[in-house]
């Protein structure tokens, strides 16, 4: 799988991981939370991003002023892949536990939302894909929609402020079949009421991930009135060129079973 890892910058942090971080990262120096994503052309839409609360995470030093918030098997493989400075060198800082960063508030590249994004839970993050944080697009995935629309249903619950999982969800890419919000039309015409109805959300998530690249059209940015398969290409590159990502490649199954 080629992913394109985001550098989302932390703003601030909640209070539970200050006492970690300050012990662990210099002043001043920037620390990324870094979403694996396949979509790079939804990223005008990020409205939080999502890690597993019960997984395991690490902040790694990439150089004296950059540090990345990632799962251990991640940084592993970024290691082999000269995003770290020195070959298969991965130094770990500090380990977080995704519970324990809810609320943070970080910058997400191209959104709409200028002013920052919050980290929220999911529960059906895998740990064992990409980096194990995953930036939400409510307007073109099904499970970031339903995903939202629970947290704001039970942000008590899930000990979060309700408004962070109820930013604007803004048109970016229109389809004939499911119009200018693809995920919330296909979660509302399948009757989804839940992000545990994991069998009816990979499905919209293949009609999603189809129709978007085949018939999608930006309605949004720079490449507004693109078909998304230039733009898909176009947006990666401009994100990568102004600093805030970078190619992400996942070995196979075969591969991390014989590393491992
Ligand atoms: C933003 C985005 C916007 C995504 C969209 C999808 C869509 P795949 O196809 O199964 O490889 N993802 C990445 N890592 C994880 C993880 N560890 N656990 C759960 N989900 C994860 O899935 C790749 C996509 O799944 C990634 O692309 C990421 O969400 C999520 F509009 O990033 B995506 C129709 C999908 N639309």
């Known amino acids: 799988q080629e992913y394109t890892g985001i550098k989302m910058k932390v703003l601030e ?30 990223m005008y839409g990020q409205t939080c991003c999502f890690v597993g609360p019960k997984i395991t995470y690490g902040i790694f030093k990439v150089s004296d002023n950059e540090y990345f918030f990632l799962s251990d098997r991640a940084a592993r493989n ?8 020195e070959w298969g060198v991965f130094p770990k800082v500090a380990e977080l536990q995704g519970a324990d960063v809810i609320g943070t508030l970080v910058n997400a590249p191209l959104s709409v939302h200028s002013n920052g994004v919050r980290i929220l839970p999911m529960e059906t993050v895998k740990a064992t894909k990409g980096t194990g944080v995953v930036t939400s697009v409510p307007s073109d995935s099904p499970d970031d929609y339903a995903t939202v629309v629970d947290l704001a249903k039970k942000a008590e619950y899930y000990g979060i402020k309700k408004e962070w999982a109820e930013l604007e969800i803004v048109p970016i890419i229109e389809t004939p079949s499911y119009g200018n919000l693809t995920a919330p039309t296909l979660v509302k015409q399948m009757k989804i009421n839940s992000p545990k109805d994991a069998k009816q959300l990979a499905e919209a998530k293949e009609l999603a991930y189809k129709e978007g690249f085949y018939q999608g059209k930006m309605i949004y940015g720079e490449f507004k009135g693109r078909p998304v398969q230039e733009a898909k290409e176009l947006v990666r590159q401009a994100l990568i060129d102004s600093g805030n990502a970078f190619n992400y490649a996942e070995p196979d199954g075969l591969v991390i079973s014989r590393s491992a």
């Open 13 to 42: 942090w909640p209070e539970a991981a200050k006492k970690t971080i300050q012990g662990a990262v210099p002043e001043g120096a920037n620390v990324y939370f870094v979403p694996a994503t396949l979509r790079p052309e939804t």
């Open 78 to 85: 970024m290691a082999f892949q000269s995003i770290f400075p």
